[in-house]
C-alpha cells in the first residue's frame, strides 16, 4: 500500500545510474528464476522508450512502440495493433455467440461465427467490395445492385460480358436472363405473359432491348413454337 498525503497522486519512480533509461519490475520464484516482467529496453531494444510485458521467463509477449503501435507476438508492431504468430486468432464472445477471427490450420485466414446472426452492417452511400489477388471480383454498391466483374451494376446481379439477371424488362417482357456480348448480337431467356421466350437483339441496349426478336416460345402447356 503506497499513500500520499497531498494532492498530487503517488508515484513510483525506477531511475538507472546511466543515461539508458533501461529498467524492469521483475518476478521471479524462489530459485531467483524469471517468471514475469514489465520494463523498458529490457529484452527489446527502443531508444525512444517501448513497453514490453514478459511472461514465461523472458518472453516478451506484449510490446508497446514509443509510438504507441501495440504488437502481441512481436516486438515490431507496424500499425496500431499488430498480432503475430501461427495459429493466432481474435475471440469475441458472451454467453450465447462467438467470433473468432485468424488462422486455422497453418493453410487459412477465417472470420467464424455462431450463436447468432452475423451482419455486415455499412452506413452512408459507400461500396461494399471484394477483392482476390488485390483484384476487385466482386461490388455491391449502395442501391444494393451486385456486379461480379465490374465496379458499376446495371441491375440487382450483373456479371461483366456475361450475363445480366432483371426482375423486369420492357413493356412486353418480365424476369429473364439475358447474355450480352460488345459488339454482337444479345441474348435473352425470359418471361413474356405466361410464356418462356427466346430472342435476339442486336440493338446494343444493356437492358432488355427495345426491339427483341423472339426465335422461340415455350407456353404453359409444354407447346413450343
Known amino acids: 500500500h503506497i499513500a500520499r498525503s497531498s494532492t498530487t497522486a503517488p508515484v513510483i519512480n525506477l531511475q538507472t545510474t546511466d543515461s539508458t533509461g533501461n529498467g524492469a519490475i521483475i518476478w521471479s520464484n524462489n530459485t531467483n528464476t524469471l517468471t514475469a516482467a514489465i520494463g523498458s529496453n529490457y529484452n527489446v531494444s527502443d531508444s525512444a522508450g517501448g513497453l514490453e510485458l514478459l511472461t514465461g521467463g523472458a518472453n516478451t ?5 514509443s509510438s504507441g503501435n501495440v504488437g502481441i507476438g512481436t516486438s515490431s508492431p507496424i500499425s496500431a495493433l499488430s498480432i503475430y504468430g501461427t495459429g493466432k486468432r481474435i475471440n469475441i464472445s458472451d454467453s450465447t455467440s462467438n467470433i473468432l477471427i485468424g ?3 497453418g493453410t487459412q485466414n477465417r472470420l467464424e461465427y455462431s450463436g447468432k446472426p452475423f451482419n455486415i452492417h455499412g452506413y452512408g ?4 467490395i471484394i477483392h482476390t489477388n488485390d483484384t476487385e471480383r466482386m461490388r455491391i454498391d449502395s442501391s444494393g445492385n451486385v456486379g461480379i466483374g465490374t465496379s458499376s451494376p446495371l441491375a440487382k446481379i450483373q456479371i461483366a460480358g456475361g450475363a445480366i439477371i432483371r426482375d423486369s424488362g420492357n413493356a412486353s417482357y418480365g424476369s429473364g436472363l439475358k447474355f450480352h ?3 454482337y448480337a444479345h441474348y435473352t431467356v425470359g418471361m413474356k405473359g405466361s410464356s418462356l421466350v427466346f430472342s435476339t437483339t442486336s440493338d446494343g441496349d444493356t437492358t432488355w432491348g427495345t426491339t427483341p426478336s423472339d426465335k422461340m ?9
Open 125 to 128: 452511400t459507400n461500396d461494399f
Open 103 to 105: 488462422q486455422w490450420d
Open 181 to 183: 456480348n460488345s459488339g
Open 217 to 225: 416460345t415455350l407456353d404453359t402447356s409444354g407447346n413450343l413454337a
Open 61 to 65: 509477449r506484449m510490446f508497446i512502440s
